[in-house]
């Protein structure tokens, strides 16, 4: 993107080496900011305080608060860019995959060293205002179709359906790596990339293992007045973002008044939090449920996997992103990640159970869990993919990148 405000005269400044360090510094900043408070919480005064200059002078660089947030964006898609074409160099989709893994992998170690700064987070890219949304957009489908292109040219449907549910799995994990990754020290690295690599190479499932879950049935609490404002605002906050999605666009998704709105809840932090706890007490239901089904901890496991991707890919009942977070108070996002660090627990302890069973595979629980908990928060973006096709199948596909690996294509037949 052109920066804005370009000096007049001769334009020495414009393309030295001082002009793109300080356009740098003030796209990293504005990354962080993005991070830890949305595209539309950043402030221009808040990336000036971050790379110690003054608002004018960032104004000098980017016109608008969207230039700049439109540009943060950018620079994280072209480096998503040169990471895919990098590892499409490699011979196998395995290796590819590998390939991929490792320079994000790389990259944050760097961030964790202070050597790099974090990319913006891209959860945003929807609540841009058009023409800079389409542009965006386009942006990631590019991303997504490289990705997908990992594992090569597909020869039938129901191989490029697969290869996508690969490709959304594996992008959405690189993508959740910076929220657990700091919990390990960085001669740790080494080992958790190989241990991630492991479950995307042969997954969870033991040798002869099946798809043959057996979902579990969710109480189902009245659509009352709350219950819609909640269901409105989970969808709409997964695809807009936290401050994208306005108490007014809520309230007009259910055609009401904004005063409808404050009848039900007190402000929007309350509305995020509201959906927060619906959609944790959905998945500890699930996990509660499954448990009491009984069974091997395999049969558990696919009956959570299965209910909660049942969820995802319905219309009425998504689980909120984890996106939304950091639009909320710290205090109560500081809740909100332990509810969500108890579940993954969860995840982990039924992983762990598996293995000393002979059910599931001798896998890092706690790394596993992760991998589990990322693919189940991101399915809801992969429900259109998912409304293509029946629900069974659909959830059979997404479901075998961690149960059965990204490289087994014979889950296409069971499917």
Not at 357 to 367: M, N, Q, S
């Amino acid at each position: 993107m052109q920066a804005q405000g370009e000096p007049g005269g001769d334009g020495e400044e414009i393309g030295t080496r001082r002009f793109r360090a300080k356009r740098e510094a003030i796209l990293a900043a504005a990354a962080d900011a993005i991070n830890e408070q949305s595209a539309k919480g950043m402030t221009f005064a808040d990336v000036a305080r971050r790379v110690g200059l003054n608002t004018t002078s960032v104004t000098y660089y980017f016109k608008r608060k969207e230039d700049l947030a439109a540009a943060a964006f950018e620079h994280t898609l072209d480096y998503l860019l040169v990471m895919l074409d990098t590892a499409a160099e490699a011979p196998t989709p395995e290796a590819r995959v590998e390939r991929y893994l490792a320079l994000n992998m790389a990259r944050l170690a760097r961030v964790q060293r202070g050597e790099e700064r974090q990319i913006a987070g891209l959860s945003d890219l929807r609540a841009m205002e058009d023409p800079v949304r389409g542009r965006l957009m386009a942006g990631w489908r590019e991303v997504f179709r490289r990705a997908r292109g990992l594992w090569g040219a597909a020869g039938t449907r129901a191989q490029t359906d697969l290869n996508g549910a690969r490709a959304h799995v594996l992008m959405e994990n690189t993508f959740w790596l910076p929220v657990w990754l700091p919990r390990y020290d960085m001669d740790q690295l080494g080992r958790v990339e190989a241990r991630v690599m492991d479950v995307f190479r042969h997954g969870l499932a033991v040798p002869g293992a099946r798809w043959a879950p057996e979902p579990v049935e969710l109480p189902h609490d009245p659509v009352d007045g709350r219950e819609a404002f909640l269901l409105a605002a989970t969808r709409l906050i997964n695809e807009l973002g936290y401050r994208g999605a306005s108490v007014q666009r809520i309230a007009g998704e259910l055609n009401v008044t904004k005063g409808s709105f404050y009848h039900h809840l007190d402000a929007k932090d309350d509305l995020v939090a509201a959906c927060y706890r619906r959609s944790f007490d959905t998945i500890s239901a699930t996990q509660r449920r499954a448990d009491e089904q009984g069974g091997t901890e395999w049969d558990r496991l696919t009956a959570m996997i299965a209910t909660l991707l049942g969820v995802q890919f319905s219309e009425l009942g998504p689980l909120l992103r984890t996106t939304a977070l950091s639009g909320l108070p710290t205090g109560v996002r500081a809740t909100m990640v332990d509810r969500s660090n108890r579940i993954a627990r969860r995840f982990a302890g039924t992983i762990s159970d598996g293995t000393a069973e002979g059910t599931i595979r001798a896998v890092d629980p706690l790394v596993a869990s992760q991998l589990v908990m990322a693919f189940l928060n991101a399915a809801f973006d992969m429900r259109k993919w998912a409304w293509a096709m029946p629900q069974d199948r659909a959830v059979a596909l997404y479901a075998s990148t961690l149960a059965f690996g990204m490289f087994d294509d014979r889950v296409i037949d069971q499917a």
